[in-house]
């Protein structure tokens, strides 16, 4: 496949915990950084967290670190989203991203550095 497939989303508690997975694309040894994205309608898509698929070195948006922990199975070309101690506020549609790049720290957050989306899956966390 040529773009990431998402999977693992779902209703859940807050306080919950839900695991995300990322098939990367078939392309993944060209890949540098896999990143996941959140977005709520009607407002932007967010960077939740990324990680550098040599190093592994990884970053986090600040409502995401000490709760949400981003890893990767190179060997079977996977990412994941470790969700842990979920808020309502978490509701988003979660995205993997796939960017040649290496992730920076000046904008792994943004957008423009991914040429790769996956089609989403949807979190929704009640109170």
């Known amino acids: 496949h040529v773009r990431p497939v998402e999977s693992g989303g779902g209703p859940v508690q807050a306080g919950g915990s839900l695991r995300l997975s990322c098939e990367a694309p078939g392309y993944y040894y060209t890949m540098n950084c896999m990143a996941w994205f959140r977005q709520i309608p009607g407002q932007e898509r967010e960077g939740v967290a990324s990680?550098?698929?040599?190093?592994?070195?990884?970053y986090y948006t600040d409502s995401a670190k000490g709760r949400f922990t981003i890893s990767q199975d190179n060997a079977e070309n996977m990412v994941y989203l470790q969700m842990n101690n979920l808020k309502p506020e978490d509701t988003a549609m979660y995205y993997c991203?796939?960017?040649?790049?290496?992730?920076?720290?000046?904008?792994?957050?943004?957008?423009?550095?991914?040429?790769?989306w996956g089609q989403g899956t949807q979190v929704s966390v009640s109170s």
């Open positions: 991203a796939a960017a040649v790049g290496e992730c920076l720290a000046i904008d792994w957050a943004s957008k423009s550095p991914y040429q790769s």
């Open positions: 990680i550098n698929v040599d190093s592994g070195d990884t």
